[in-house]
């Protein structure tokens, strides 16, 4: 299923200034004043260039920091790592695997009881699949996730 997620010329050229500014230019959107920071419907959270899974509501977590926060990626081989010297700081970017799109930072000060990363995702990167349009929109191997949820609605973190 990995072989169609890609970079989508089309996609890229239907992206809004702050989702092209984020994933092309590798921009910051403004903290408190994006989509998903405090999101809280289960779904998953997938490249908005790509398509390609990312992130899962069930490993979000309230950071204090502005921006969507999550432990570990829903899947790994998706995301890729890369050393960041912009600024005059040296971070750890995150990027889209296939869709090569700048997705935020990770950082070591994620909650400690479950691995102590804290993956620092901007909204504009993302596209948020709710649970129930799992299936309809290709992503259905991954309601197992929300299993024992009532409903699909993750129990509250």
């Known amino acids: 299923m990995t072989d169609s997620y890609r970079k ?14 984020v994933t092309q230019e590798s921009a910051t959107e403004p903290a408190f004043n994006n989509e998903f920071w405090d999101h809280k419907e ?5 490249d908005v260039v790509s398509g390609e899974p990312l992130f899962a509501s069930t490993q979000k977590f309230d950071s204090g920091c502005g921006w969507p926060s999550f432990t570990i990626p829903l899947e ?5 790592e890369n050393q960041d010297f ?3 700081m040296i971070r750890t970017e995150v990027r889209s695997s296939h869709g090569d799109s700048h997705l935020g930072h990770l950082f070591d000060d994620g909650p400690k009881e479950e691995g102590g990363l804290r993956y ?3 909204s504009a990167a993302l596209r948020f699949v709710p649970y129930e349009d799992l299936e ?7 309601k197992k996730l929300f299993e024992g949820a009532a409903n699909g609605q993750e129990v509250a973190r």
């Open 42 to 46: 289960a779904g998953i959270y997938v």
């Open 76 to 80: 790994p081989a998706n995301v890729k």
């Open 136 to 142: 309809a929109e290709g992503y259905g191997q991954y």
């Open 86 to 88: 912009a600024h005059g």
């Open 120 to 122: 620092c995702i901007n």
């Open 8 to 21: 989508d010329p089309e996609r890229v050229s239907e992206l809004n200034p702050r989702q092209f500014a």
